[in-house]
């Protein structure tokens, strides 16, 4: 007989052992993978998963331990490989008989563990630190909390063991790694405020040498000032699928035993007694990899999603399984992005042309590589961006109501020679320190040049410059392993917003032509901010522009003819009017204005509309040119 719904969500292990157990009488059965597909069968029921509580909108405390969460994350690290009693043998006190037990899914094994027993086997697991995914926007978390049909009531069977210190005291340390680097970030509209503060205020007592330092709490987010938890997934199949930075949906069963922070302390305490291999790991590595499970909370992971993106107005899966909702959106998106562009050109004070271009970036995507070279990529560098009342910081409150995730990085002279932007391996702890730059793919990262200052960029200043100039141009950050860097591939849409040409590269850029009066500019910028979209109108720009970023294009052999014929004529006329980059950013436009009106293939029209726009934005570029010299 199938658990019930109930039965499954609130006690996995029971499914888990009653396979585990039948399984003694068949040793073939392939009782572990029955148990993973009978998990992902009961998801794939309609609207299962969304009885499934999860990490993100829930604090840790009101969830039962070992119940099925799930948790939307990104992978920050990937801890060593470490071995668990995949089967042991326990012994009841009174009779003396002896039971086979299932270790797997669990950190804590039951009392009574017979050491001796030939029966004991030995399995390894993976261990993923992961953390929500960086940048995540409000609207996006408020979507998915208000979605979820998960029945949650605070657990009574899980008691923080430390009453010692208030949780505000708590939540000043808890975000006290964080406050030098908070300093460096730019605007934080209200809504970026927001966030599950409680998931994270229930560790337990820290050894009291640690009690002092607050180093002990940094959960190690990417970004400056970020809520919610992070994990520690143990990962017991097909480890070697998953990647750094890679986005997913886990469920998992949920182990916050506080014996895991006690057996944690007493190895602190007795670890002169344990064998040499154990002393191996520092106190520090300790620390890191074995933190109080209130604060990180251990996941067992049964089942993972890729995510392909993490927008909930949309369906979870690939698009092109779910026909009819890409065919009704598709319908709809010409005159969509009419409304798109009208509401945007008003953002950027009147100017279409600016507006065309920002709808061409922000549906942007790597979609391959050649060689070295990233295909797809849009970094836009928005130029002539009105140095009063704060337009840029305003304009970035408005594409975070638009995209899923995003971060704006003010590029003061502070920021740039303080930030840490590029992920270091810490070898002492053993895990890879975040920066700001370890983000997820399709994250908007919104560079705010017009915060430059005069003064003298330091050693790390630098270098920062140069890893965001190398984030633009091949869409990779190197990340800094002491001896050695590392390559990690990436795929960020990168808007830099400037007064004068940006000094950092760009795929293209466009010299915002405002239609606004300086003396009007401070109503005008109030007007747009404060009369957003009404809400149903803001729904389908996102969409609009997730399922934009989603779909499959292709050229046809005749048009490729056509394309070629129409350079060799353009060179003719004019040798010096286009070189082979200008054809390159040409096509990158005929194919992300094709994709922008739900085409997936480019027809004649949308690449003569594209060899309109590019002459309009270069005889624009140059007439900049004209009146303040080489300066655009």
């Not at 990779?476 to 591939?489: G, I, R």
């Amino acid at each position: 007989m199938m658990p019930s719904t109930h039965d499954w969500i609130n006690n996995p292990l029971g499914v888990v052992e009653g396979l585990f157990a039948a399984s003694q009488n068949n040793p073939s059965s392939a009782w572990e993978a029955k148990a993973v597909d009978f998990f992902k069968d009961q998801l794939k029921e309609k609207d299962a998963h969304t009885s499934v509580p999860s990490l993100n909108d829930v604090p840790v405390h009101y969830l039962k331990p070992n119940s099925l969460v799930k948790f939307r994350c990104l992978i920050q690290d990937m801890f060593d490989p470490e071995f668990y009693m995949g089967v042991y043998e326990t012994i009841d006190p009174s009779t003396k008989t002896k039971v086979l037990r299932c270790g797997k899914y669990k950190d804590v094994t039951e009392s009574g563990v017979d050491l001796t027993s030939r029966n004991i086997v030995t399995a390894e697991r993976q261990t993923f630190y992961c953390v929500p995914i960086p940048g995540e926007n409000s609207w996006v978390k408020e979507s998915y909390a208000n979605s979820s049909q998960a029945r949650v009531v605070p657990s009574t069977s899980y008691v923080p063991s430390r009453q010692k210190r208030s949780y505000e005291e708590d939540d000043d340390m808890d975000t006290q790694p964080q406050k030098q680097r908070e300093s460096h970030t730019g605007p934080h509209s209200p809504a970026e405020q927001h966030g599950n503060g409680d998931c994270k205020r229930q560790e337990t007592e820290a050894p009291s040498s640690q009690t002092a330092s607050a180093s002990h709490l940094d959960l190690n987010f990417p970004l400056p000032g970020e809520k919610g938890p992070s994990c520690l997934i143990k990962v017991y199949e097909d480890w070697d699928s998953f990647k750094l930075n890679d986005t997913l949906e886990v469920y998992g069963i949920l182990s916050v035993s506080p014996a895991l922070s006690a057996l944690a302390d007493e190895k602190d305490a007795s670890s002169s007694l344990l064998d040499p291999a154990e002393c191996m790991e520092t106190a520090e590595e300790q620390r890191v990899h074995s933190p109080p499970a209130s604060l990180v909370p251990r996941l067992h992971m049964l089942y993972a999603k890729p995510l392909q993106h993490n927008n909930p107005l949309l369906p979870s899966g690939m698009l092109q399984d779910n026909g009819a909702f890409l065919s009704s959106t598709m319908s709809e998106m010409a005159s969509v992005r009419a409304e798109l562009l009208t509401y945007l050109t008003h953002v950027l004070l009147g100017d279409a042309l600016s507006a065309e271009y920002l709808i061409l970036h922000l549906i942007s995507n790597v979609y391959a590589r050649r060689d070295v070279l990233p295909l797809g990529k849009f970094t836009l560098n928005l130029s002539g961006c009105p140095a009063v009342t704060s337009y840029t910081e305003r304009l970035y409150q408005i594409i975070q109501q638009l995209v899923p995730s995003s971060y704006y990085l003010g590029m003061s002279l502070q920021n740039m020679n303080q930030m840490h932007l590029v992920p270091k391996k810490d070898y002492v702890a053993n895990r890879l320190v975040s920066g700001a730059l370890q983000l997820a793919r399709n994250t908007s990262l919104f560079l705010d040049e017009t915060q430059l200052e005069q003064g003298q960029l330091d050693t790390t200043g630098v270098r920062n410059v140069t890893a965001l100039g190398n984030l633009i141009s091949w869409q990779k950050v190197d990340y800094d392993f002491n001896y050695h860097q590392m390559e990690f591939p990436c795929n960020i849409n990168v808007l830099i917003a400037s007064e004068g040409r940006s000094l950092l590269p760009s795929d293209c850029q466009v010299h915002l032509q405002s239609q606004v009066t300086p003396p009007h500019m401070e109503e005008y910028l109030s007007s747009i901010l404060m009369h957003p979209q009404a809400s149903s109108q803001l729904k389908k720009f996102r969409m609009y522009l997730s399922v934009a970023r989603l779909l499959d294009y292709a050229i046809s052999d005749e048009v490729t003819k056509s394309v070629e014929d129409d350079f060799v004529d353009m060179r003719k006329e004019d040798p010096q009017s286009i070189s082979a980059e200008d054809l390159h950013r040409m096509l990158v436009v005929a194919r992300l204005l094709s994709l922008s009106l739900g085409q997936t293939s480019l027809s004649r029209d949308s690449w003569l509309r594209a060899k309109h726009i590019e002459m309009l934005r270069k005889s624009r570029m140059e007439q900049y040119k004209c009146v303040n010299g080489n300066e655009p």
